[in-house]
């Protein structure tokens, strides 16, 4: 079993519409990302959370906002969807201990359309 | 804010031929660098890392990439291509909280 989920795979939506992106892991990291990729920009952090009592903006977080239930859960939901949010979301965890900077893991990507 | 670019957006390539994928940091102060590739329709997964000592760092699948400061750069090297290296590569590098700052990607096709 893959050891970050993401549900659902694929979505299409409506403008006005509210939407929730649901990740869940198996890794038992501390550490959620949301990310969105966008052809040519990469990836871009929109929330990250450090557990469960922490949850912070990233670059570009207005419009969006999450919800982390549990140290294995962080859902990122779009209140009112606009097509522009259109792209591929992605999910990722990563560990606190030992390193600075540790690897983070990806799961497979929610790619959401907006109408 | 630190930036990272990737200076080729698609690099076509020829199976078996060497391929360099480049990257620019823009940070001045402790550098840590890592390259991730994504497979079509897959999510991203660690290639390979940069975070002090020897400057040419190993990674997977045959991977290489080399650390200069000088020229603030990264680039990622192979010396002979699959088909199964057809895949989007990334350069980041993260910041305080292992946020990672990603730069825009580059397509690599592997004709065969």
């Known amino acids: 079993d893959a050891d970050v989920t993401q549900t659902p795979r694929n979505r299409i939506t409506k403008t006005g519409k509210r939407i929730m992106l649901e990740c869940s892991q198996t890794k038992g990291h501390d550490r959620m990302y949301w990310y969105r990729q966008d052809p040519g920009l990469g990836l871009r952090l929109i929330y990250y959370?450090?557990?469960?009592?922490?949850?912070n903006k990233g670059e570009i977080s207005d419009g969006y906002s999450v919800s982390r239930q549990a140290q294995a859960k962080f859902s990122l939901s779009l209140e009112s969807a606009i097509p522009n949010q259109t792209a591929l979301y992605f999910c990722?965890?990563?560990?606190?201990?030992?390193?600075?900077?540790?690897?983070?893991?990806f799961g497979p990507g929610t790619r959401l359309t907006v109408l | 804010a630190q930036s990272v670019t990737q200076l080729d957006s698609q690099v076509p390539v020829f199976e078996e031929a060497p391929v360099e994928l480049r990257c620019n940091y823009s940070s001045s102060v402790s550098v840590y660098l890592f390259w991730y590739v994504q497979y079509p329709n897959q999510g991203l997964q660690l290639l390979l890392k940069y975070l002090s000592g020897s400057t040419l760092v190993k990674g997977i699948n045959g991977f290489e990439a080399e650390f200069n400061k000088s020229q603030t750069s990264f680039h990622l090297r192979k010396p002979s291509v699959h088909i199964s290296d057809t895949a989007e590569y990334f350069c980041?590098?993260?910041?305080?909280?292992?946020?990672?700052?990603f730069g825009g990607g580059t397509r690599v096709l592997v004709k065969p």
């Open positions: 990722a965890t990563s560990d606190s201990s030992g390193t600075a900077y540790n690897e983070q893991f």
């Open positions: 980041a590098e993260p910041c305080a909280g292992n946020k990672l700052t």
């Open positions: 959370s450090f557990d469960v009592k922490d949850i």
